[in-house]
């Protein structure tokens, strides 16, 4: 109570920040008339005066209100748009590394070149990343006549670049891109061989765009990288037949909040019976050490069967299962369910099984952003997830005020108790609003449900446009058009976000596909105008009518996508309303216990066909709602703490791969390891506590001519009076140094140079990729973990550093054994072969993000999301490097030089 007065007196702690910057923005103002008065060349001539100060010893904040009245100006004269007072704090907030909310309609696509500008003036580079390559293309062009007025540079990263074309885009001062792509880029990098063949700089400072979608939606499925492995495809289908011989709830259960499906006791005697009548069992019992494959097998069958549908997980297209997003509602092409799930699912589908993938690189977004030395976002919805911005990334979120005020209806929810009830309820709005005219927008949440619905306008004959991810491409131009009179625009989720719905259509959309490109100047014009004042004719008309009208059929588990689907309603202050349609029958309402409230309506007589309508109602769905969004953080929290501990090796891998590529050669390094290891021989059959008569002179011999093919005469060495292990220590490095000067003699000094980084780098991306595919099979199981008593998290982290100590282990021996016996008969063939391992890792690579998380990292340990806490300064990421005397990052407790740091 006190805390309500406080805010109405005071305000709430985001006027108060949105407040402290009215002085900047009252600085900004006050350059517009100096900055009007110059001509077009002084003023592209601030970006080089700026660049100087910056050189001088001032910093972004000391030349921001120049800065930013530059931009403005240049875009007033560019764009015929210029910045509002409120686009100015959004573009000040951004700029301090915080995520501005800023309502749809607002222009978050110019407030972004504000800190763009600004931060691009450093040399250092500066990225906006998207959604999809059409938003990246879109603003990269659009705000690039900015840039390149006042002398920048603008690159934009898409699909299907090639790495000079990707060089080039990141060395601008600006760079546009996806999501996607820059982490893929990231990923490819750390896996070229040399230096001048990777196309990113040091990330800088990146604005991410629909910052919600990207770092909460999909911040629980990893991007990886992959390639073939060698697997037997015919098993999947014969497993696959064997499923729908199983009854739910006989022979498994499923648990759709958890989205788990398992096997009970009688399923699997059951399956087991089947498997050895169909010969895929052919000796002991299922769970036998070599039946691990086909309890794999017989799992992914099941969730393929049980838990995903098509048309709503996933559609079949030319023969190929194609996956769905579920947030945007989305076609994925190339994207592919990993661990074996994409297989079963094309063996339920009778399609052709593509092989198996193995991981050779992978991050998530949430680790790749945090790469970046500074991180802003915007997005119209963002509020309802500030706590976990704030913990996951430490990013504060400001809601920016609106130019003007929001003036849209939303109405209270519509509940039915049956689904027929309220698609026949929704139907009915439709053809209201349509007759006189109103446009209306409806969002479903799946391709069935959007079809389901078209399907029923059809019968009675209303025009209508359906934008979901069969329809993809033609998603901008529907949904600028889906503010025209009369319109009926059926969208699946959020798709076509990013572009605007303005109310009478959009004549900028329109003049380039109506108006052929040979028409005279003049008519052209002509028409252009018509089309000009059409929209303004109907935007008016469109007003009367209230605007556009959002019609929901179902609420979804986050409260943020409902939100966002009213954004597109009300946008700059036009008028507009919202309604949800709702039933008992719905996932959330089902799943979320909707019993209780069956029982309720039933009692207070509710008759078929009438709805209730009350506040309660909807705060009982948006309590289910947040219940949902707890759930949904604790997994990404979970999987965070998971993902951090195989951060920390891809870190030290990374950094170890480039650390090699900028030395000349490595030379030194390989003694060390070859010394190192003749020491760890010595040490391990010959140690100076025991005897020379009980030393392991055979095995000890056997080790060094297997490491380093030198034949030592030990046994001799070993009757000499007053022989001790460090005479033998130093009569080997003694040999085997002798032995390797020989080799590079042999094979010429500067060849061996070459040699040994190349193979150095070769194995250690070999064996890293075999280490990704073991740590891919510690974190399968490592939640049963729990069964035992024991913190998964923490037998995880135990075993994750057993491996990884395996793995640096492996590079050194196998390293030094390997330059042992090399033979290199054409000088010529290494370059070649080299090149050859790289095009063809390159044809087989398959970059994925998976649409669905693994179950690893979420199962058990819920807990209450974490409470809001003050506001955080922004993440700026150090990239000290670790000392030799302080803790190795791996977890281990040692020192960095007596861990991890030997191999630096």
Not at 29 to 34: D, H, I, Q, S, V
Not at 793 to 799: D, G, I, M
Request: hydrophobic share 35%; proline share 4%; net charge negative.
């Amino acid at each position: 109570m006190f805390g309500a007065i406080a805010r109405k007196i005071f305000g709430s702690s985001n006027d108060r920040f949105v407040r402290r910057l009215r002085p900047v923005v009252d600085r900004i103002n006050g350059l517009e008339g100096e900055m009007q008065a110059l001509s077009d060349e002084a003023l592209r001539g601030q970006t080089p005066l700026l660049k100087k100060r910056l050189e001088d010893g001032e910093t972004l904040d000391d030349i921001l209100p120049e800065a930013f009245a530059t931009v403005r100006e240049a875009s007033r004269r560019v764009t015929g748009m210029r910045h509002f007072d409120v686009q100015l704090i959004g573009g000040i907030v951004l700029h301090q590394g915080k995520i501005a909310e800023m309502k749809t309609g607002e222009g978050k696509t110019l407030v972004a070149t504000l800190p763009l500008y600004l931060n691009a003036l450093s040399g250092k580079g500066a990225h906006l990343v998207t959604v999809n390559d059409y938003l990246a293309r879109r603003d990269s062009e659009w705000m690039g006549r900015i840039y390149r007025f006042l002398g920048m540079e603008v690159g934009v990263i898409v699909h299907g670049l090639d790495d000079v074309e990707r060089r080039r885009a990141y060395e601008a001062d600006i760079t546009y891109g996806t999501n996607n792509e820059f982490g893929f880029d990231y990923l490819r990098d750390n896996m070229k061989f040399n230096l001048a063949d990777m196309v990113q700089r040091p990330l800088n400072f990146a604005i991410v765009d629909e910052v919600d979608s990207i770092l909460i939606d999909e911040a629980r499925t990893p991007l990886i990288i992959s390639g073939p492995t060698e697997d037997n495809t015919d098993k999947y289908y014969r497993v696959d037949r064997l499923i729908p011989k199983l009854q739910r709830d006989v022979h498994f259960t499923v648990d759709e909040k958890a989205r788990t499906v398992v096997f009970t006791e009688e399923g699997n005697e059951e399956i087991e019976t089947l498997l050895r009548e169909s010969g895929i069992l052919a000796r002991g019992n299922l769970y036998d050490l070599a039946n691990v494959e086909t309890v794999h097998h017989l799992n992914q069958a099941l969730r393929a069967h049980a838990l995903f549908v098509r048309d709503t997980d996933y559609i079949v297209k030319d023969g190929e299962v194609i996956i769905i997003d579920e947030f945007t509602g989305r076609m994925m092409p190339g994207r592919r369910y990993s661990d074996g799930l994409h297989q079963a699912l094309e063996a339920k589908e009778q399609v052709v099984i593509q092989n198996e993938s193995q991981t050779l690189a992978s991050i998530t977004f949430q680790n790749l952003f945090r790469l970046y030395n500074k991180l802003a976002g915007m997005t119209g919805t963002a509020d309802t997830e500030a706590s976990e911005f704030s913990s996951t990334y430490n990013l504060e979120v400001i809601i920016i005020p609106t130019n003007r005020d929001m003036i849209r209806i939303d109405h209270d929810d519509v509940v039915y108790r049956t689904l027929e009830e309220k698609y026949t309820a929704i139907v009915e709005e439709i053809t209201e609003c349509h007759q006189r005219g109103q446009p209306v927008l409806v969002g479903t949440v799946s391709i069935e449900k959007s079809e389901t619905l078209s399907a029923r306008l059809k019968k009675l004959k209303i025009p209508h446009n359906v934008l979901n991810a069969k329809y993809h491409d033609l998603e901008a131009r529907i949904v600028s058009q889906a503010g025209r009179r009369g319109m009926v625009t059926i969208a699946t989720n959020m798709a076509g976000r990013g572009t605007d719905i303005q109310l009478g259509g959009n004549p900028d959309m329109r003049i380039p596909e109506e108006i052929p490109a040979d028409l005279p100047e003049t008519e052209a014009s002509a028409r252009a105008e018509a089309i000009r004042q059409e929209c303004a004719r109907e935007k008016a008309e469109v007003l009367e009518l209230g605007g556009l009208h959002i019609l929901a059929t179902e609420r979804h588990e986050a409260r943020r996508i409902d939100n966002q689907l009213r954004g597109r309603s009300g946008r700059q202050g036009d008028p507009g309303s919202s309604r949800f349609y709702l039933s008992l029958q719905d996932d959330l309402m089902r799943i979320f216990g909707s019993d209780r409230m069956d029982g309720m309506l039933q009692k207070l007589g509710l008759q078929q066909g009438e709805a209730i309508i009350h506040p309660w109602i909807n705060k009982a769905i948006e309590s289910a709602q947040k219940k949902v969004e707890g759930r949904n953080f604790d997994i990404r929290k979970n999987l965070l703490k998971f993902d951090d501990v195989m951060n920390e090796q891809r870190r030290v891998i990374y950094d170890q791969r480039r650390e090699l590529m900028e030395v000349p050669d490595v030379a030194s390094f390989i003694a060390d390891l070859r010394e190192e290891l003749v020491a760890s021989l010595v040490e391990t059959h010959l140690p100076e506590s025991v005897y020379p008569e009980e030393w392991q002179t055979k095995e000890f011999a056997d080790g060094m001519l297997r490491q380093f093919g030198v034949t030592l005469p030990i046994e001799a060495w070993k009757e000499e009076d007053g022989v001790t292990s460090a005479i033998v220590r130093e009569r080997s490095l003694e040999a085997v140094e002798a032995h390797y000067r020989e080799r590079e003699e042999r094979l010429t000094p500067t060849l061996m140079r070459y040699l040994e980084k190349s193979i150095l780098l070769q194995l250690l991306d070999h064996l890293w990729k075999e280490h990704l595919l073991n740590m891919d099979h510690l974190k399968e199981g490592i939640h049963l973990r729990g069964y035992a008593q024991k913190d998964p998290l923490n037998e995880y982290k135990r075993e994750a550093f057993a491996l990884f100590d395996a793995l640096m282990e492996r590079i050194k021996s196998e390293t030094v054994e390997v330059l042992s016996r090399v033979e290199v008969h054409q000088p010529d063939d290494i370059a070649r072969r080299e090149a050859e391992l790289a095009a063809a890792q390159e044809r087989k690579m398959s970059m994925n993000h998976p649409a669905s998380p693994g179950d690893w990292a979420g199962e058990g340990d819920a807990r209450p999301p974490a409470e809001e806490g003050p506001a955080t300064e922004p993440y700026r990421r150090v990239m000290a490097k670790v000392g030799r005397n302080e803790p190795c990052p791996c977890g281990s407790n040692k020192k960095f030089k007596h861990c991890h740091g030997r191999l630096s």
